[in-house]
């Protein structure tokens, strides 16, 4: 039974048997159970936004996000599918109204749509507006057509450069056609792509303007995003952070940036380019703190609820949900720690050595 039924037959006042002849009931709305308060923090924003890391598991190395010798995590530590499902139902049941399927790579996990099978009920509702992932594209060449059945409308897909060589030297491992063919087969299947690419410094900052181009002639959004300080990994972060103000300040060289008022509730401002026609979105947790308007959280596959991805506090849901079969105990986990979501991150490139989070990007997947 759904985590939202129970909680409606758990909560439903205890009425009198009415008398037979009384005829059936015609008031049902007027008393039936309130439905249950959204999660508010403690700075009043609501949380409707939940990201799921199904996996910490990546078929790429990308020299920014892991090392390139990675333990992974033991397979029986992870939440089962059923038991992802039975969480996002808990915060859909709060007020959330957006998932994001995220990893690792979240198409390598085994078994992996029958989740989004189970998860896309909640849009058959309406309960859910939007049911999306953030994808390295390997692997959507195969999955294309099934998300798409199943509602998904949109996805992310990361890609820092359109060179072959140096996308195999970013990624480790990585076949570029691999990714360009996922795409394709993505906005063949009626899924809106948006590109996220990670700004190098040295590194792909003089191919941005032409990955601009490529990606809004395809009708393709495109987002700059700055190295984050999450996980060791060999090198040394400063050689690969590259200001956005910095890039912004190259591109404007040859395009016209118009500031846009849209807003996603996500971290990205946007500028409309002229030149393109297209939207391109600046992500900065570094020079520009975006977190006045979060209205995110982040579950990773182990069960831990991260309420901020620049702050090492987490809850267990995990021990909740096996506690039992219940929805209570877990729900009332989910309002605890949303209690205690904080203002804002506190990354700072310098202190990336360590770095600022130990904790490597794909365990909370961004």
């Not at 008022?261 to 975006?290: C, Q, S």
Request: with cysteine.
């Amino acid at each position: 039974m759904l985590g939202s039924s129970r909680d409606a037959i758990v909560n439903q006042p205890q009425q009198s048997p009415e008398p037979e002849m009384w005829g059936p009931r015609t008031d049902f709305a007027a008393t039936a159970a309130p439905a249950p308060a959204p999660l508010i923090d403690p700075f009043q924003r609501a949380i409707t936004y939940l990201r799921i890391s199904v996996t910490d598991r990546c078929d790429l190395r990308c020299v920014y996000c892991m090392a390139e010798e990675m333990n992974f995590l033991p397979k029986r530590d992870l939440l089962t599918l059923e038991e992802l499902d039975r969480l996002c139902g808990v915060f859909i049941a709060r007020g959330v109204r957006k998932l994001r399927i995220t990893g690792g790579e979240p198409l390598v996990r085994r078994d992996i749509m029958h989740l989004f099978h189970r998860l896309s009920r909640h849009l058959g509702t309406g309960a859910l507006q939007e049911l999306t992932l953030t994808t390295n594209g390997t692997q959507l060449g195969r999955f294309a057509g099934e998300l798409a059945d199943l509602g998904v409308r949109r996805v992310n897909v990361s890609l820092d450069t359109l060179d072959p060589d140096k996308f195999r030297a970013i990624t480790r491992r990585g076949d570029l056609k691999v990714v360009l063919d996922g795409i394709a087969a993505a906005r063949d299947a009626g899924i809106k792509v948006k590109i996220n690419a990670v700004a190098l410094k040295g590194v792909n900052e003089h191919e941005i303007a032409d990955m601009i181009a490529w990606a809004h002639g395809l009708g393709m959004d495109m987002t700059l995003i700055e190295v984050m300080p999450l996980g060791e990994v060999e090198g040394d972060r400063t050689d690969q952070f590259l200001p956005l103000s910095v890039a912004r300040q190259q591109l404007e060289e040859r395009y016209t940036l118009t500031p846009l008022p849209d807003r996603t509730g996500g971290p990205a401002r946007y500028v409309h380019v002229a030149e393109t026609g297209g939207r391109l979105g600046f992500i900065t947790p570094l020079t520009h703190n975006f977190c006045e308007s979060c209205n995110r959280v982040r579950l990773t596959c182990t069960g831990k609820l991260y309420m901020c991805l620049g702050q090492e506090d987490a809850a267990d849901l995990r021990a909740a949900l096996r506690a039992s079969p219940d929805d209570a105990l877990v729900t009332q986990a989910v309002i605890d720690a949303i209690a205690r979501k904080p203002k804002g991150h506190d990354f700072v490139i310098e202190r990336q050595r360590p770095a600022a989070v130990p904790r490597h990007m794909s365990v909370t997947g961004g």
